[in-house]
């Protein structure tokens, strides 16, 4: 097995792992306590941040060019601990170039506050997030469960849900409704 | 019983926000149930909508009745048997899926994709591209009311299936992307039944605009009906051809170019309002600009492996496993373990036909994918269905949903 | 007798009787045809073949699904006004069965010594029958729509009704430069006038609002608004199945024929033909009929082509440029016959 290449072959242009620290060390001379680390691996340019503070970085890093918000999405990190992850993939669309920021939280403190008011199409998006990992994104206006029934128990895409753990509702041999009768 | 009220409770938390003032006391608004089951949902979408007379007021979308549970299945399969589960979340883009997932993946091992892998990819690609659109302005048109554009829609599709199924050996979720390349050259004859489509499809094509866009009925009911514009797209997070009617040329595959999609001369269709008439014209345009990429890439289909020759992550050919041991243990380890993924993670975009399909996979060391996820354009850009018919009229409210062209397998996953 | 209206030609009691017998059973012995020609053109307009399974050339594919719709299970909305839901249908389809009774198939013929008119009656206020038919047909339309108790039945209704106000004026304009031009109200009277010319000479802008109007009025496509499929579901017999629901549907059928044949009659010159070709007087059903397909065609084909209007788009094609566009037919008819 080939080792993780440092840059993607054929791939698209990231922040070099020159640039990425660059911002990483300007987002600290802003709060030096926003940024607890940077990856540069297989062509991705990751930020981890401290969950709390995720909203002043994404502005910053809005403000200074990634203004469209690609994806959000989450990520069980089981058994790692902080175990859940939040990921928002930045794109700037005149330098092409991605930058994804993630954002760690612990089953316990599941809570984040909401980029909504930013990126309005995060609305449906974080909204799986919630229903699927069940983090809480703070000050989004209507978090409900998205894909999943509104009455449904658990977070199915934790890592530690089984497969296979909901049982079909079969209605055959049920007392009432329809067919019991005959 | 208390569940289902429970249920029907909490749906009551769905707020209308346009109540206009100085009504309640004697006009209410009408709220009506689109859907699931709703001849222009085009599945299984559930509006609830607001009206007013014929105008709407206001429509909320209430996804999740297709949802299959995809993204967790992929976890608990290896890499490359994750790949059909992977192609059925869009299933009218299912190498999109395909493309975006495998792409991930070989991202995460370093791979490098031979060039004719590449080739017949971008083939199968713009062909499924053609599909989907085509899929689309069948369904668009009969929403609109002109039903025989459905079935000349369906004859061309009709012709891709058929060259998918000469490829792969399935009409639709072809497996036919690869983690490496592809699973197989193309047989004798493609190359000519695929020249006779691209013979032909410019001129279908045209016929379609023929029938359409030169029919003052459509163009009324196109023309100038639900525009948004650029910004609030971009702050929707909305990508493809609806951003681009919008005026704003971005394409995965000029901005980003992946799979050699560089060398390919092609232009990329942009309206300049961002009405239906635009969505309507640029994703018309595409199928010409599609044609152009397969023929250039069909012309300059470079010889070689179609897909990577590392014994540790694809099947050894067939007739080997006769004569080579070492052939047979690959074999027998790809199907039974599957082939591990050093820990990391990737998020690997690709322009599909309803926009940008990411998938992100997190590999954990093991031989499955700790986290496959697929942003799907229909599922974000379905968010853009409420600000676009905000004060439209019924009729309109479809068109505009026929524009946006949601896959609601793509939605709910 | 003369209550009503002066009928012009006065039979025994028993060939009425006759005469509406047998225009009942040759008109709902042709729908079954006319729904698989329908379907039977449709489907070679879309690269397909339409129904052959059942009967010869798919011939009795109408009798099966009469059989299957027969066999449905009468059901209703808990919410559905029970005695209109069941009116409304039945309420359709005799508005539209009454104003066969107006199409002229023929002159005055001798059959076995009698004097026979080819029609069901010959009144002095033909056209103004069919339209009073007309105007009833809509409660079919509009009850059935508002008593389904769904909502978008009743979205269908309301558009209905507005359709019905927009394009019945038009129609009932465009006419009257006929009737200027023959002076008289009767049919058979039109179409004697038309000896001399066809009124689709003359008439030509009052022929083609007619027929624009008339597309309205069957709520055919691009008019479809009142069913629109992909917005209403099928808008006033959503909730609709079984035996009433093909109530509607020949109601739909038959008001087409009536439309054709008020068409033909009022603007083809009826059972007469071009180049002073005098045929038997039984050839004369035919040729109303043949004028009559040439309509139904024409349904069918644009219903093939066209995409659906919008309904501020209907409204105001109705009220802006039809409208207008009557009124002026009429003016100049009038100048021109009083000059």
């Known amino acids: 097995m080939s080792p993780p290449v440092a840059a993607r072959r054929g791939g698209w242009p990231v922040p070099d792992p020159g640039g990425l620290e660059a911002i990483a060390q300007a987002l600290r001379e802003a709060d030096p306590d926003c940024i607890l680390g940077t990856t540069h691996v297989n062509g991705r340019a990751e930020i981890q941040i401290e969950p709390s503070r995720n909203v002043p970085v994404l502005e910053w890093l809005r403000d200074r060019g990634y203004t469209f918000l690609a994806s959000l999405h989450g990520v069980d990190y089981y058994p790692h601990e902080p175990r859940l992850g939040v990921i928002y993939e930045l794109l700037d669309m005149r330098e092409v170039d991605r930058v994804s920021v993630k954002a760690r939280v612990s089953t316990d403190d599941a809570r984040i506050a909401s980029v909504t008011f930013m990126w309005p199409g995060a609305d449906f998006q974080e909204r799986e997030v919630y229903d699927m990992f069940g983090v809480e994104f703070e000050g989004h206006p209507d978090l409900r469960r998205i894909l999943m029934p509104e009455d449904y128990e658990g977070f199915p895409q934790r890592r530690d849900f089984p497969t296979g753990g909901e049982p079909v509702l079969f209605t055959h041999n049920e007392t009432d409704g329809y067919g019991a009768d005959r | 019983m208390s569940l289902l009220s429970d249920h029907r409770k909490r749906e009551e938390s769905v707020t209308f926000s346009s109540e206009p003032a100085g009504m309640g006391e004697t006009h209410e608004l009408l709220t009506l149930n689109f859907g699931p089951h709703h001849p222009a949902t085009h599945g299984v979408l559930r509006l609830l909508v607001t009206l007013e007379g014929e105008v709407l007021r206001d429509v909320k979308p209430i996804i999740g009745y297709v949802h299959t549970g995809i993204e967790k299945t992929a976890e608990d399969k290896s890499y490359w048997k994750a790949i059909p589960v992977v192609e059925r979340m869009d299933y009218l883009a299912y190498y999109f899926n395909a493309m975006a997932y495998c792409g991930a993946v070989e991202t995460l091992l370093g791979l490098e994709v031979p060039p004719r892998a590449q080739y017949l990819r971008v083939i199968h690609l713009e062909l499924n591209r053609i599909m989907s659109h085509l899929v689309w302005l069948g369904t668009s048109a009969l929403d609109l009311g002109a039903m025989s554009m459905f079935w000349y829609c369906f004859r061309e599709r009709e012709t891709i299936l058929d060259l998918f199924e000469m490829s792969s050996g399935q009409r639709m979720h072809t497996r036919y992307i690869q983690i490496g390349g592809v699973i197989e050259d193309i047989p004798a004859g493609f190359a000519r039944k695929l020249q006779a489509f691209l013979d032909e499809m410019p001129r279908r094509a045209d016929q379609y605009a023929d029938l359409l866009e030169k029919n003052e009925i459509l163009l009324g009911r196109l023309r100038d009906t639900c525009p948004l514009d650029a910004e609030t797209l971009l702050g929707l997070g909305v990508t493809g051809p609806l951003l681009r009617a919008a005026g704003v040329p971005w394409d995965l595959r000029k901005a980003q170019p992946y799979s050699s999609y560089d060398q390919f001369d092609f232009k990329i269709p942009v309206g300049s309002v961002g009405d239906n008439y635009d969505r309507f014209r640029v994703r018309h345009a595409e199928l010409y600009e599609s044609v152009k990429i397969i023929q250039q890439a069909l012309n300059g289909l470079p010889e070689g492996p179609h897909i990577v020759d590392d014994r540790k992550v694809t099947l050894p050919p067939r007739h080997e496993l006769a004569t080579s041991m070492e052939a047979l243990i690959h074999h027998f380890k790809l199907v039974t373990e599957g082939f591990r993924v050093p820990e990391g993670e990737c998020y690997y975009p690709i322009e599909g036909p309803r926009g940008e399909y990411g998938c992100f996979v997190r590999a954990d060391g093991s031989a499955k994918p700790a986290r496959v996820h697929m942003r799907d354009p229909s599922f974000v850009n379905l968010q853009a269905t409420a600000p676009m018919v905000k004060d439209a009229y019924i009729a309109d409210f479809i068109a505009t949903l026929a524009m946006i062209d949601p896959v609601l397998g793509g939605v709910d996953r | ?339």
């Open chain 3, 1 to 339: 007798m003369s209550v009503f209206a002066d009928v012009n030609y006065f039979e025994p009691w028993w060939i009425q009787i006759l005469k509406a017998i047998l225009i009942f059973a040759v008109i709902f012995g042709v729908l079954p045809i006319l729904t698989v020609y329908e379907r039977k053109l449709l489907g070679r307009f879309q690269h397909r073949y339409g129904p052959n399974r059942v009967g010869p050339y798919g011939l009795m594919q109408p009798l099966a699904e009469i059989v299957k719709f027969a066999r449905k299970e009468a059901f209703r909305p808990t919410t559905s006004v029970g005695f209109l839901f069941h009116l409304a249908p039945a309420l359709s389809i005799l508005t539209a069965v009454g104003g066969l009774a107006l199409i002229p198939w023929g002159g005055v013929q001798n059959i076995l010594g009698t004097n026979v008119g080819l029609y069901g009656i010959d009144v002095s206020v033909g056209p103004l029958y069919v339209f009073a038919l007309a105007g009833i047909s809509f409660y079919g339309i509009l009850l059935g729509g508002w008593a389904s108790g769904s909502k978008y039945s009743f979205l269908g209704s309301m558009r209905a009704a507005a359709q019905l106000i927009s394009y019945e004026v038009s129609q009932g304009l465009s006419l009257v430069g006929v009737l200027i031009t023959a002076q008289t109200l009767s049919l058979t009277g039109i179409v004697n006038a038309q000896r001399g010319m066809w009124y689709v000479i003359p008439q030509l802008c009052g022929f083609l609002i007619f027929m624009v109007a008339s597309f309205a009025e069957t709520n055919r496509a691009p008019f479809d608004l009142v069913e629109a499929d992909a917005e209403l579901v099928g808008g006033y017999f959503t909730e609709y199945g079984g035996t009433p629901f093909v109530a509607y549907l020949f109601a739909e059928y038959v008001n087409m024929m009536v439309v054709s044949a008020m068409a033909t009659t009022l603007f083809l010159g009826g059972w007469l033909l071009p180049f002073g070709i005098h045929p038997p007087g039984w050839v004369d059903p035919f040729v109303v009929v043949a004028k009559m397909m040439l309509f139904m065609t024409l349904f069918i084909w644009i219903r093939a082509t066209l995409p659906r209007l919008r309904y501020d788009q209907l409204m105001s094609f109705g009220w802006k440029v039809l409208l207008p566009l009557a009124t002026l037919n009429l003016l100049v008819t009038a100048i021109i016959v009083v000059a």
